[in-house]
DNA sequence: CTGAAAGCGCTTACAG
DNA sequence: CTGAAAGCGCTTACAG
């Protein structure tokens, strides 16, 4: 931040006070379009650039939202990211953000972080926050609001929006039993504890509903520390029920490593195993083959954060959301009752 | 930003100047340890957040780095930019992100917005900005480090890290010659004309100094509106050489996609077409088959992008770096000289 | 239509 | 070791 021309120095050149020159540049009504003109042109020509710094300290806000994700270059992240970034610039809002890993300390240092730089509001994805820590930073006043949250929130002032978890396991569980399949297996993630849990119990009680016991689904998760793609291989790889037909996978990322996985096995997808995933990844149409997968609404998720977040920042009430899923049959299952593709 | 603790509130309450509190707080030397003990209890008890703006205000400078991004979904960008963010997160400096489309106006923009926010260095992606539009914002006197830029730069202060896009297109162009293919096909990318024509002309120019002949190598590219993905899909369909056997595609995504549009087509690869990519994503070793491409070192990229901009914030001279790319074989490209896999 | 003054919340010489 | 004062670059009542 080196030294730059201020408003003072354009009132200098133009011979009025820097207060008019305040005024000229925000188009203030009341000013003599002559000396409006003048001071534009100056500010122009000597290069100046406003001082947000400065405009926010004096008019409390930033006109900047925070956002606190888990990982940069997931691709379902970067879609819902990409859902707040819209509404931020239609908004002429910028983007402060921050990464934290699946874990409670990291998250809460970057929303404290967050609320330092005065942010008008803050998003924070895939949090494993404890009510705890929640109490804690929500004795600083700056608006906030969790997407897809491991945990239930139990605030008063912050607000959530979630996909709905178990309406997407019974998706899975509802297309796979239709289809025929009598055993199962659920490939799961440790790094998402709540979620997880939703789905896979949702998947569950589904197939029971369809008349499946329970003795024939198998469930594995896969270790917190390891890529979600890299885990679907391994889980694929070691999965040793000659049973299983069908398996349902926490998320795109993991289904389509469970497909190269199955592939360097040797089994066949969809004809010996279907796969059903969960995201709807841009990718997942592109695979091979093509993921069956219980879809996100991921730029309206993103969208919808914004807006709850906009009406707590205006001081008003608003409820949580909850998106609901859809399931998009591809190629990746098949019936096993007349041999057919889906 | 509404009305918070202040360090005049934790003053008020201990008996001493603001002065105090704020030498306090920020470890002061000369400081009796009562009093800094004492003050540092009621600030946690207060609830006090110290306000980085005007921190920033006062010294200068803000501790945050800007970026401007051409997509947030993408998965290649997303992995730069977990490369910056790694160092930034290592100096305790925050990240203020902006899109813009691969467009020189809406880049343009973002860095006035940047440098407006005072950030203390700005690293632009991907850029497409002319001569004309770097000298604009060369008047103001952030210092900006370009990755891959889509033109040279011309430009005194600000540097460029790129990956050398020529010899990537040499890499690719070797490894396909010492396999046997005699007639080849590029697809290109429209989004991106400064490193498309790089890539085209390294693969041109090695195929014929291997001995093939340039009217055995067609070129087509996809259009500047679609994701790269799906305009791979669309170039595989419309690919109508038969004698083609080798294609180099500009990036992973659009080899990606042409996978998927060969096999619509019934072609196998790599039996009857070998494949090879540019990027080497996260993806790419999982897809069916495993993509042969041209590595960029993603996270070198954004680091060694930071490493440039701080030597700059501190004044002092650097150079351009120059990453160099390397070829990753895998399955998608194949001999055809015995008939054997690579 | 325009200016002088106060103030946003800090930090940091300058004195003591 | 501590305080009074100035100042970072703006905006905005309050007067005129």
Redesign the pocket.
């Known amino acids: 931040m080196a ?2 021309v ?3 120095d354009i009132a200098a050149r133009a011979g ?5 020159v ?2 000229a ?2 188009g203030h ?4 379009a002559v ?1 409006r003109y003048r001071i534009a042109a100056l500010a122009d020509e000597m290069g ?1 650039v ?2 947000a710094i ?2 926010s ?4 806000h930033t006109s900047t939202i925070g956002v606190v994700v888990s990982d940069m270059a997931d691709p379902f992240w970067g879609e819902v990211v990409k859902g707040i970034d819209d509404v931020c610039a239609a908004n002429d809002q910028s983007l402060l953000l921050h990464t934290a890993a699946h874990d409670a300390a990291q998250q809460l240092k970057a929303i404290q972080r967050l609320q330092q730089r005065r942010v008008d509001g803050i998003i924070v994805v895939d949090s494993q926050l404890e009510p705890r820590d929640v109490r804690q930073i929500e004795q600083d006043a700056t608006p906030t609001v969790f997407i897809n949250s491991q945990r239930t929130l139990e605030s008063t002032s912050f607000r959530s929006v979630t996909i709905d978890n178990y309406a997407g396991g019974e998706l899975a569980a509802h297309h796979l039993a239709t289809l025929g399949h009598q055993t199962y297996a659920y490939f799961g993630s440790h790094k998402r504890p709540g979620s997880n849990l939703q789905r896979v119990t949702g998947f569950i009680d589904t197939l029971v509903t369809h008349g499946i016991e329970r003795s024939k689904i198998f469930r594995t998760e896969c270790d917190a520390d390891i890529a979600d793609i890299e885990g679907g291989y391994t889980m694929a790889q070691a999965l040793h029920e000659p049973d299983v037909t069908a398996v349902f996978c926490y998320n795109d990322a993991i289904a389509l490593g469970a497909l190269a996985g199955f592939r360097a096995k040797g089994i066949a997808v969809p004809h010996q195993i279907s796969i059903v995933g969960f995201d709807d990844l841009a990718m997942s149409r592109y695979s091979w083959p093509p993921l069956t997968t219980v879809a996100q609404p991921k730029a309206l998720l993103g969208q919808t954060a914004m807006h709850i977040l906009a009406t707590l920042i205006d001081g008003h009430a608003v409820l949580d959301a909850v998106l609901v899923p859809t399931l998009i049959a591809r190629d990746s299952s098949m019936s096993l009752l007349k041999g057919l593709r889906t």
């Open positions: 030294r730059r201020s408003i003072m009025v006070s820097h207060t008019t305040s005024r540049l925000r009504t009341r000013i003599s000396v100046y406003p001082n400065a405009q300290l004096k008019q409390q």
